[in-house]
Antibody, heavy 120, light 106 residues
Framework: EVQLVESGGGLVQPGGSLRLSCAASGFSVSSNSMSWVRQAPGKGPEWVSL???????YYTDSVKGRFTISRHDSKNTLYLQMNSLRGEDTAVYYC??????????????WGQGTTVIVSS | DIQMTQSPSPLSASVGDRVTITCRAS??????LNWYQHKIGKAPRLLIY???SLQSGVPSRFSGSGSGTNFTLTISSLQPEDVATYYCQQSYSTPLFGPGTKVDIK
């Protein structure tokens, strides 16, 4: 079964760090492009970061220099290292598989999400 | 930067009604437009990709159309299990979601 399971969320103080994990099953993270998407309370989804199968990475402007996306091929796991966290980073964080051009680069597999709360 | 808008929101309709949600892009995105359904506490679900292609496993009452800047998602006969928020997303450039349309039963 194709599945994504996130972990690593929690309560962290402003300025702190967290590392989110996304364990994949049923497909290879390294052979696919993967994204992190977050949804703050009462708001719509916001794309956060993308890693292409070739390894290139991209970030939304608000997290550049603070967040790092990576993957561990043998563990078939995607990560999001989040540093210098701010209150506006509070959200449910989802990982998603990004399809190729044949599916218009749609996000066709999603995890259930992990909650990050940044508060003192 | 491309901006996405959706209408209406919210949307209230009766079981069996035909429901149409509109999504507009601030510039042409060809057919790089995807639709998702999101129920509270669940993972978002891809319904439609490339403006009009039905994702595997999605009921045929869902359909999409459009190209360029104007797109629609149609539910041909609204069912109770369709209560959710629906988001369009452009994949022409940096992924961007619309603000969402919350659908409930009248």
């Amino acid at each position: 079964e194709v599945q994504l399971v996130e972990s690593g969320g929690g309560l962290v103080q402003p300025g702190g760090s967290l590392r989110l994990s996304c364990a994949a099953s049923g497909f290879s993270v390294s052979s696919n492009s993967m994204s992190w998407v977050r949804q703050a309370p009462g708001k719509g989804p916001e794309w956060v970061s993308l890693i292409y199968s070739g390894g290139a990475t991209y970030y939304t402007d608000s997290v550049k220099g603070r967040f790092t996306i990576s993957r561990h091929d043998s563990k078939n796991t995607l990560y999001l290292q989040m540093n210098s966290l701010r209150g506006e980073d509070t959200a449910v964080y989802y990982c998603a598989r990004v399809g190729d051009s044949s599916v218009s680069y749609a996000m066709d597999v999603w995890g259930q999400g992990t909650t990050v709360i940044v508060s003192s | 930067d491309i901006q996405m808008t959706q209408s209406p929101s919210p949307l209230s309709a009766s079981v069996g009604d035909r429901v149409t949600i509109t999504c507009r892009a601030s510039q042409s995105i060809s057919r790089y437009l995807n639709w998702y359904q999101h129920k509270i506490g669940k993972a978002p679900r891809l319904l439609i990709y490339a403006a009009s292609s039905l994702q595997s496993g999605v009921p045929s009452r869902f359909s999409g159309s459009g190209s360029g800047t104007n797109f629609t998602l149609t539910i041909s006969s609204l069912q109770p299990e369709d209560v959710a928020t629906y988001y369009c997303q452009q994949s022409y450039s940096t992924p961007l979601f619309g603000p969402g349309t919350k659908v409930d039963i009248k």
